[in-house]
């Protein structure tokens, strides 16, 4: 299995809902992480997982919260969020360390996440 | 800081052209820069690229690396409407920031029949 799968691939969302996304691989792969890709812009880093630890945020608001289950599942919880929040999310995975720089990130197909 | 500048922006062919798009990078402890083509949705992995200098090729695309300006190119011939896509280079951080990686903003590649 060479993917990466997130669900759902759109959500609309009301400023005062809680919703979570969620990302699955079965690669193999010890590190994740979370993108948020505005329109003609290349994908912003949000959140890294190493090992299952948090090992990078980007200064993100606290209206995002990541989470890491296990080594094959990643959620990004949302609450709160603002219309300037909408976005497509993407859901990427690597090999740990050195390996990203052999093999690269293999991303999902993204979650298109409309704020209302 | 480190820093990825593709050019061009954006570029409109024909079918049957051939097309070179290019990724600068200043960067520090520099390990590879990977190539990525983006549809509507996921980027997909084209090519990891080293110091080595070594092209790589896959049908119609290849790229390599030139670790001595800096730059590396990714050129496609006879090209057709599903080439059509945003065109990403990225170069991983390595160290403290391993996981990081610093995008280009992407050449935009429009392929008319």
């Known amino acids: 299995d060479t993917e990466v799968t997130q669900t759902p691939k759109h959500l609309v969302m009301g400023m005062t809902n809680k919703k979570s996304l969620k990302c699955e691989q079965h690669?193999?792969?010890?590190?994740m992480y979370w993108y948020k890709q505005k329109a003609k812009k290349p994908p912003e880093l949000m959140f890294v997982?190493?090992?299952?630890?948090?090992?990078i945020n980007e200064s993100v608001p606290s209206r995002f919260s990541p989470e890491c289950p296990n080594s094959s599942l990643l959620n990004l919880h949302l609450h709160a969020l603002q219309p300037e929040d909408s976005a497509l999310y993407l859901c990427?995975?690597?090999?740990?360390?050195?390996?990203?720089?052999?093999?690269?990130?293999?991303f999902g197909s993204g979650t298109r996440l409309t704020v209302v | 800081e480190d820093k990825v500048v593709q050019s061009p922006l954006s570029l409109v062919v024909h079918e049957g052209d051939t097309v070179t798009l290019n990724c600068s990078y200043e960067?520090?402890?520099?390990?590879?820069l990977l190539w990525y083509k983006q549809e509507k949705k996921a980027p997909t992995f084209l090519f990891m690229l080293?110091?080595?200098?070594i092209e790589k090729k896959s049908g119609r695309l290849s790229s390599i690396l030139d670790k001595k300006e800096l730059f590396s190119i990714l050129n496609i011939t006879a090209t057709q409407t599903g080439d059509s896509a945003v065109y990403l280079c990225?170069?991983?951080?390595?160290?403290?920031?391993?996981?990081?990686?610093?995008f280009g903003d992407g050449t935009t590649l429009t392929v008319k029949p």
């Open positions: 080293t110091s080595s200098g």
């Open positions: 690669m193999g792969h010890r590190a």
């Open positions: 960067v520090t402890n520099f390990r590879s």
């Open positions: 990427a995975s690597s090999q740990a360390g050195t390996g990203l720089h052999r093999h690269g990130y293999t």
């Open positions: 997982y190493s090992y299952e630890k948090l090992s």
């Open positions: 990225a170069a991983p951080l390595y160290n403290t920031n391993a996981g990081k990686s610093t």
